[in-house]
């Protein structure tokens, strides 16, 4: 059983509440304790001695050369447990040139506890609306301003967000084309969503079978347990197919030089991928 699997099983048996209190006081400490100059985080703007290692490694990931997977240096702010990728995203999101903040309606699905803090301060700031569901499993600690909520059906009228967030989910769901179309239904028009993804740079398909079904299996060929397929370099084309415009960003396009680069402890082949509704 890898790490991850097995933290979860642990965090079963913590109360939701009990979790959540023990994870701000662990971030309280974190903020203190490491306080330095050698590394900055863009999402609690405070500067760090260092980074925690991240994330846990299995063979399918280094082989399969998987984005956004697999054991990394620097991944982790002690401050606010953000990793690589929500750094890239909010600085995304914070670079003018895309137009995505402020936005009237932000809806932000499994939110990244550090980009919410951020994403909360910034949108009651800016008047603009946050809504943050999740689909509960155990596990996993949200806050009670998190809705329960199923991405397969939305409870929102169509047309509804100019934003929506929704990172390293599509991988979890057997039916993603159906998510992606609801999520795309609730966009007003013009309106974007960043949907990131672990994906491989040497898969030219995306890689599923539903036969793929132990924890062992879905490690071995996915990358992580609860993982139901594998995406290759088709899945901008797979969200093509139901209707977005997409758009990916590199760290090139975000105006980041090789020391902010390090410095943010940012992954620099991690892409964004951006859907637009035409
Ligand atoms: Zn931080």
Same mark, same amino acid.
């Given at each position: 059983m890898s790490m991850g699997k097995?933290?979860?099983?642990?965090?079963?048996?913590?109360?939701?509440?009990?979790?959540?209190?023990?994870?701000?006081?662990?971030?309280?400490?974190?903020?203190?304790?490491?306080?330095?100059?050698?590394?900055?985080?863009?999402?609690?703007?405070?500067?760090?001695?260092?980074?925690?290692?991240?994330?846990?490694?299995?063979?399918?990931?280094?082989?399969?050369?998987?984005?956004? =997977?697999?054991?990394?240096?620097?991944?982790?702010?002690?401050?606010?447990?953000?990793n690589d990728r929500d750094r890239l995203v909010l600085l995304a999101l914070k670079n003018q040139k895309y137009n995505f903040l402020p936005a009237d309606k932000l809806l932000h699905i499994a939110p990244e506890p550090s980009l919410a803090t951020w994403l909360g301060n910034y949108q009651m700031k800016h008047h603009g609306q946050y809504i943050k569901g999740v689909k509960y499993h155990e596990g996993f600690y949200y806050g009670n301003d998190v809705h329960l909520i199923d991405l397969l059906q939305l409870p929102f009228k169509s047309d509804t967000f100019n934003l929506v967030i929704c990172n390293h989910v599509l991988e979890h769901i057997p039916d993603d084309v159906a998510a992606m179309k609801e999520i795309l239904?609730?966009?007003?028009?013009?309106?974007? =969503?960043?949907?990131?993804?672990?994906?491989?740079?040497?898969?030219?398909?995306?890689?599923?079978?539903?036969?793929?079904?132990?924890?062992?299996?879905?490690e071995k060929f996915f990358g992580q347990?609860?993982?139901?397929?594998?995406?290759?370099?088709?899945?901008?084309?797979?969200?093509?197919?139901?209707?977005?415009?997409?758009k990916v960003l590199s760290v090139n396009d975000l105006d980041l030089n090789k020391d902010t680069i390090t410095s943010f402890g940012l992954n620099s082949k991690e892409l964004i991928f951006v859907a637009r509704k035409a």
């Open positions: 097995i933290s979860q099983q642990i965090k079963k048996f913590i109360p939701r509440r009990i979790g959540y209190t023990l994870r701000r006081l662990k971030l309280w400490y974190g903020r203190m304790r490491y306080r330095g100059n050698n590394f900055y985080c863009p999402v609690c703007e405070h500067g760090y001695r260092f980074f925690f290692d991240g994330g846990f490694d299995l063979p399918v990931i280094s082989e399969m050369e998987i984005v956004g =997977a697999g054991k990394r240096p620097n991944a982790i702010c002690p401050g606010c447990s953000s239904r609730v966009l007003v028009k013009g309106g974007q =969503a960043i949907l990131q993804v672990p994906w491989s740079m040497k898969l030219d398909e995306t890689f599923e079978d539903p036969n793929i079904q132990s924890i062992d299996d879905r347990f609860d993982h139901v397929r594998l995406y290759g370099r088709d899945f901008p084309s797979r969200l093509r197919s139901v209707g977005f415009d997409i």
